[in-house]
Nanobody
Framework: QLQLVESGGGLVQAGGSLRLSCAAS????????MSWYRQAPGKQREFVAA???????NYVGSVRGRFTISKDNAKNTVYLQMNSLKPEDTAVYYC??????????????WGQGTQVTVSS
């Protein structure tokens, strides 16, 4: 059973920092892209950041310069370092991964989500 498990959410004051982690486990052959999305109450889920197998990164404009996405290939883990947090960053953060399995199928997976709350 292939799964993504997130950790690192919590409550922080505005201006503070948090680091999210997402570990993929199971029948993994290779990971193409790992991404972070977020969904605030009453809003649609939105893209936050992504990192490709080659290390290229992409960010939504509202977090560029404050958030950094990185990965540890040996651990099949992606991180999201979030600095200078703002109340508008409050959301459930979801990990997403585009994965080739050992059975040579390509699928898209979501984590269960982790709550990030930024108080003003």
């Amino acid at each position: 059973q292939l799964q993504l498990v997130e950790s690192g959410g919590g409550l922080v004051q505005a201006g503070g920092s948090l680091r999210l982690s997402c570990a993929a486990s199971g029948s993994i052959f290779s990971i193409n892209v790992m991404s972070w999305y977020r969904q605030a109450p009453g809003k649609q889920r939105e893209f936050v950041a992504a990192v490709t197998s080659g290390g290229s990164t992409n960010y939504v404009g509202s977090v560029r310069g404050r958030f950094t996405i990185s990965k540890d290939n040996a651990k099949n883990t992606v991180y999201l370092q979030m600095n200078s947090l703002k109340p508008e960053d409050t959301a459930v953060y979801y990990c997403n991964a585009d994965i080739w399995t050992k059975e040579l199928t390509r699928n898209n997976y979501w984590g269960q989500g982790t709550q990030v709350t930024v108080s003003s």
